[in-house]
């Protein structure tokens, strides 16, 4: 396989042309970047922003599928392992959530791919695998995350998944080298662990079982916990005896994480484990504690108080306005939590929102960035 | 016509045609907005091309009229709209009232503070809402006559054509500095903030564009010239027209004491007035045609000014209360009628505008 990366000082100085020129070219764009003119021409041409373009949604199982994005210039080549948050325009209104990319970097063109699995009442997940169409454009961030591979490749690997958590490790996986196991290039000695309720949710089934056939060092255990219960982490030294010579990765439900971490006597740093965020919390619009993030000072909200007083009378230095909710003068970026609209009893919210915090109440527990 | 009002009621069913609008608001929104940046953006781009040619008088007019639409676009449909929030709920980071910043002298963060909170709260509020006449021109009897307003109908003009800078100057309240009304510190910062701004966009338009055509240095300078002037003239009018045609009603601050929100959309209702016309007209003025909409519902996207007007005007005729709309000849003719009669003394009882403040009064 081909590097993608470019090397550093060759990369630094375009980069160091580049930013010369694009600061140039500001003169007359001004007061507007010229990726926002870029912007209006091709959706991926910015690059100062990354962005996807969505080329095929390939369904993997019933309730889950593929969504193959060609990468805009704005993108950084990613780690396999790592994960992206997506921005996607549902009804209008922009939403973000973290995905693992499921590609390996330089995957068929440089084509990327995220696998999404729809969760019950998943506004996002719903909209990624049902109606999504190719020619969408997806906002994205940055490749982040350290639940990767390391370099040089330890002898021994264990892959510890279930569900959805097997994408960032999918990424891994197709970018092993594939020779003789063992050799110099070779496949390292590779043991995959994988839950799923039954054969038909196992998401990338038929390649994973074609790629154990056919990859010397990969060794597959699929676990269909509908017939044959969940794993339980006592139970992995009888499918992986050196268990403890192993370098384990570990991707999954919340409460699965906690049992291996639990359970792992070896040295810390060779168990990785990678939590996928929390969805937002339910909130009741009943109130909550308010935490300002910045200024470290908390108070108790009811539901029906503006956050605006709420702020004002625990001393924090809040930007406010009309009071009315026209004038925008009182924005302020939620950290978490949800609030609700006093205006129409709306509750809504996402982390990174700017809300107007005069005609907001808390919904539950909230945290500003002030 | 019946004496009182029942403000609170007429209140409730504004409260509900912005609620309706609200739960409504979805892609179709969004592709608006978004179809007419991409449009403005290929506009400007395509009118800056074109003066590369402009040697040639049809390319010069061409690009010139093409520059000129765009920039009218980005400050009224695009600019004024973001910047009161009205696409905030698309919660796209690009097109956010925090985040634009436009094709204009004054620096958002300023022109938010004195559209957003003090002109749309204390709108036509004497003493209290400052784009009455700009502080500059007499445009309410109630203000006292200076002969410094005999020339109005002149510096009115200068207005009009150099309008981005009034308003960026207008901005930092100079005329309370004398008075320790204004911190000059507050003052002089907001000042450098301008002149930060204004540099930027001078270099734009008049040095690295002109320089860029080479040989059509000239007459690109000129073209850029004549688009910010267009811009400027047809700002000034839209706006003037939305708040100063004789039939607009201006307001005491003892009026506006406690204040029901009721009350608050009879003031805005009868401070502004809107401009009939098509749709061309409406997305030209960023929808300031249908400035009694904006003013009842400033932060709603101005895309549904068009739908709701109808609405709006049969509650006003339902409820008694008017609703001033007229031609853009008709509302700019009677701004100009305005200025040249409050440039001269007088007159000391304003009996024909003595009718809405006096029903708002009875009603509140």
Not at chain 1, 124 to 130: G, I
Not at chain 2, 259 to 275: A, D, F, H, K, P
């Amino acid at each position: 396989m081909t590097t993608p990366y470019t090397t550093v000082p060759e990369a630094a100085s375009r980069r160091g042309v580049r930013a010369r020129l694009a600061r140039a070219a500001r003169w007359l764009t001004t007061p507007l970047d010229p990726d926002d003119y870029l912007g209006s021409l091709n959706a991926l041409w910015p690059a100062g922003e990354p962005r996807g373009r969505v080329e095929a949604v390939l369904p993997e199982t019933p309730d889950a599928a593929t969504l193959v994005i060609r990468p805009g210039r704005g993108w950084v080549p990613h780690r396999p392992g790592q994960w992206v948050r997506v921005g996607v325009d549902v009804d209008g209104v922009r939403h973000r959530r973290a995905y693992s990319l499921s590609s390996p970097p330089g995957h068929h063109g440089g084509l990327l791919t995220i696998t999404v699995k729809e969760v019950p009442d998943g506004l996002v997940s719903r909209h990624l695998v049902r109606r999504t169409e190719p020619g969408t454009i997806l906002h994205l961030s940055r490749p982040e995350g350290e639940f990767v591979l390391p370099d040089p490749l330890p002898p021994k690997l264990l892959f510890l998944t279930a569900g959805s958590g097997i994408t960032p490790v999918m990424a891994m996986l197709r970018g092993l080298p594939t020779g003789r196991a063992g050799g110099a290039g070779g496949t390292p000695d590779v043991v995959l662990v994988h839950s799923a309720p039954a054969p038909e949710n196992v998401i990338f089934g038929a390649e994973l079982r074609s790629l154990a056939a056919r990859v010397p060092g990969l060794r597959l255990y699929e676990r269909h916990t509908r017939s044959e219960g969940r794993l339980r982490p006592e139970e992995l030294p009888e499918l992986c005896p050196d268990l403890l010579e192993r370098d384990i990765w570990v991707c999954g439900p919340a409460a699965m994480l906690e049992e291996v971490t639990a359970y792992w006597t070896g040295p810390a740093d060779r168990l990785r484990v990678e939590r996928f965020l929390p969805a937002a919390q339910v909130a009741d619009g009943a109130g909550g504690p308010v935490r300002f993030t910045r200024s470290g000072r908390e108070a108790d909200a009811d539901g029906g108080t503006p956050l605006l007083v709420v702020g004002e009378e625990a001393g924090v230095l809040m930007p406010s306005g009309c009071r009315m909710g026209i004038c925008r003068g009182c924005l302020v970026r939620l950290s978490s939590g949800r609030i609700r609209d006093l205006r129409t009893g709306r509750i809504h919210g996402e982390a990174g929102d700017l809300v107007q915090t005069c005609v907001s109440a808390a919904a539950g527990p909230v945290e500003i960035e002030l | 016509m019946p004496t009182t009002v029942d403000v609170e009621a007429f209140g409730r069913a504004m409260d509900r045609i912005r609620d309706e609008v609200l739960a409504t608001l979805g892609e179709d929104d969004a592709r608006y907005i978004r179809g007419v940046i991409a449009l403005q953006r290929k506009l400007e781009l395509t009118g800056r091309a074109l003066l590369f040619a402009s040697w040639l008088p049809p390319a010069w007019a061409a690009g010139t009229a093409a520059l000129a639409t765009a920039k009218i676009l980005e400050n009224m449909e695009i600019g004024h709209n973001v910047m009161h929030g009205q696409w905030d709920w698309m919660r796209d980071p690009k097109i956010h009232s925090a985040a634009w910043e436009w094709d204009n002298a004054s620096p958002s963060e300023q022109w938010k503070h004195s559209h957003n909170f003090v002109h749309h709260t204390w709108t036509n509020v004497l003493g209290k809402d400052r784009d009455i006449g700009y502080s500059a021109m007499r445009v309410s009897p109630e203000q006292p006559w200076h002969p410094v307003h005999l020339a109005q109908p002149f510096y009115n003009v200068l207005l009009a054509l150099f309008f981005e800078y009034g308003i960026a100057v207008y901005d930092v309240e100079l005329e309370r500095l004398p008075k320790g009304g204004k911190d000059p510190k507050e003052a002089l910062e907001q000042l450098r903030a301008i002149a930060g701004k204004v540099r930027r966009q001078v270099v734009k338009d008049y040095v690295a564009f002109p320089l860029l055509t080479g040989p059509c240095l000239l007459p690109t300078l000129l073209g850029n010239f004549t688009a910010n002037l267009v811009r400027n003239v047809w700002g000034h009018t839209i706006i003037f027209c939305g708040h100063f045609p004789e039939d607009a009603a201006f307001f005491t601050e003892e009026q506006t004491e406690g204040e029901t929100r009721g009350e608050w959309y009879v003031r805005q209702l009868l401070g502004s007035c809107n401009i009939d016309g098509g749709p061309l007209l409406h997305l030209m003025s960023g929808n300031l045609s249908h400035q009694i909409e904006h003013h009842l519902f400033p932060d709603l996207p101005s895309n549904r000014y068009a739908e709701i007007a109808p609405r709006v005007r049969a509650l006003c005729e339902r409820f008694g209360l008017p609703y001033n709309s007229g031609s853009l000849a008709r509302q700019t003719g009677s701004v100009w009628k305005r200025i040249m009669r409050l440039a001269l003394p007088g007159p000391s009882r304003p009996e024909e505008r003595d009718l809405p403040t006096a029903r708002l009064r009875e009603v509140g």
